[in-house]
Every structure is written in C-alpha cells, then in structure tokens.
C-alpha cells in the first residue's frame, strides 16, 4: 500500500495534472498492489488491486486546545 498527496502523486510522475483518478492509475503502474491519494480537505482516494476506485471524506470536529 503505498500512501502519498496529490502534491507528491505529481511530483513522482512528473505531472500537473488535478485529475485524481489519472493520477491514481499512473501511481498504481508503478507498482504498489493499493495506491492512495491524500487531498487534504477533498478526501483521501483509493485504486485497490481490483482497479475499484474509493473516495472518502472523513470530516469531524476539531477542539484546538491551547497550553502556555
């Protein structure tokens, strides 16, 4: 399973492109079995060994706690 960002996904490739689900593909042919993209605020997706694509937006509440 290999976890990046969309900005590392580009970097790797050598691409501009916004287009996850391209992105996923082309990150997938290199070689890792699950292939995940991370896109901060948009989710996180997924290409398994099936070539099934997921997209998941995990969102919840967050208490910033600040200590002096």
Excluded: W
């Excluded at 970097?11 to 996923?24: A, Q, R």
């Excluded at 997938?28 to 996180?44: C, F, Q, R």
């Excluded at 099934?52 to 910033?64: E, G, V």
């Amino acid at each position: 399973i290999l976890f990046i960002n969309k900005t590392e996904a580009q970097i790797i490739l050598g691409e501009s492109s916004n287009d996850i689900n391209e992105l996923l593909k082309s990150i997938k042919s290199l070689g890792p079995k699950v292939a995940v993209i991370t896109d901060g605020v948009n989710g996180s997706y997924v290409l398994d060994n099936n070539m099934k694509f997921f997209h998941m937006i995990n969102s919840c509440p967050i208490n910033l706690i600040c200590r002096r």
